[in-house]
């Protein structure tokens, strides 16, 4: 594989699953917390968190550990970890549904400082109530260290449309970004009507329409190298692929994590997440040999599978 000239360097960064726990209940949820009879696991446990930070201590250089899932910010040694993030030499970045109260915010703000590289205030309508959440924003936009990006973000329905064009207008006139997210059904992003494409196409979030209708499979990825997810279960994924023969890369708890020495061929059709995207960690416009192809599989399929296999026969999935 050799890199096409003038690619951005991969940004070496990670998610941290510390919960798969929310406290709201939208009815678009990808993670299904609609869905109050779905099995999860729950905060993560002392021993998970103690072993991610202990990987962290080894990882070389400065990582970006970006807490996202459910809703990161009620697990109850969310500050303390982020604490103990920044310690490593690490930054953070935070998606929050942003119900943090406003003193859980500012104590955020002086403990992270400059470290805290962005949050994302993820509104969602029917959740919240919309003036509070607009007056909290434009709060936190005058509260948070200069260093930290802060853009709202919200899910573009049909029915929600003109609602946030109001409140981007709102956001706007105090200077807060905002940026939308395409609704995803399955593995599929929405089309919506020509009328609110138009709109919303320059504020889409970041890395959106890379990814919209590409086909990912072949393409040399970083990510298992250079980028990884954390779940609050201790396994670790490459990416948001679901699927999770090819995505699985070992359990923090059992030391049977090991990241890839380079960018592997990607092993699923449709990349569905923007976050990789914007990391540069997808050589876009590069393509994997047949070989390296079916080495991957193998590599997959014979040292990390089993593992898996063995752990949801042992813990349940
Ligand atoms: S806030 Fe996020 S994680 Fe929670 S229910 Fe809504 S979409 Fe799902
Ligand atoms: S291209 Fe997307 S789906 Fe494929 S490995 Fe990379 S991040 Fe994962």
Request: net charge positive; with cysteine; glycine share 6%.
């Amino acid at each position: 594989m050799t890199p096409l000239p003038n690619r951005p360097a991969p940004r070496p960064s990670l998610e941290w699953h510390l919960t798969d726990l929310c406290n709201y209940r939208c009815p678009y949820c990808c993670e299904s917390q609609q869905d109050r009879g779905k099995r999860r696991h729950g905060h993560a446990e002392n021993d998970t968190v103690a072993a991610t930070l202990k990987l962290l201590k080894k990882l070389p250089g400065s990582w970006q550990v970006k807490f996202s899932g459910a809703e990161e910010t009620i697990h109850p040694r969310f500050m303390q970890v982020c604490e103990r993030v920044i310690a490593c030499g690490h930054t953070i970045a935070l998606t929050t549904n942003f119900s943090p109260s406003r003193p859980k915010l500012e104590k955020l703000v002086r403990l992270c400082g400059p470290a805290l590289e962005f949050i994302n205030a993820s509104l969602h309508l029917g959740q919240v109530d919309m003036d509070k959440f607009i007056k909290k924003a434009v709060f936190f936009q005058g509260t948070k260290d200069p260093e930290t990006d802060f853009t709202v973000c919200a899910v573009v329905t049909k029915e929600n449309f003109t609602q946030l064009m109001a409140v981007r207008n709102r956001l706007r006139q105090n200077e807060v970004a905002m940026a939308f997210q395409v609704l995803k059904i399955g593995n599929e992003f929405t089309r919506y009507p020509e009328h609110i494409e138009r709109e919303i196409k320059d504020s889409l979030v970041g890395g959106t329409e890379s990814i919209r209708t590409w086909k990912s499979y072949g393409t040399p990825c970083h990510t298992g190298q250079l980028f990884f997810v954390v779940k609050p279960n201790g396994r670790i994924f490459r990416c948001f692929s679901k699927k999770p023969w090819y995505n699985y890369m070992g359990n923090i708890r059992q030391d049977s994590f090991k990241l890839y020495d380079g960018p592997r061929p990607c092993l699923v059709d449709e990349c569905t997440c923007v976050v990789p995207v914007n990391r540069n960690m997808i050589c876009f416009g590069e393509s994997s040999s047949a070989l390296a192809i079916m080495k991957h599989k193998a590599e997959c399929l014979l040292t990390r599978l089993p593992n898996l296999l063995r752990e949801v026969r042992y813990r349940g999935s």
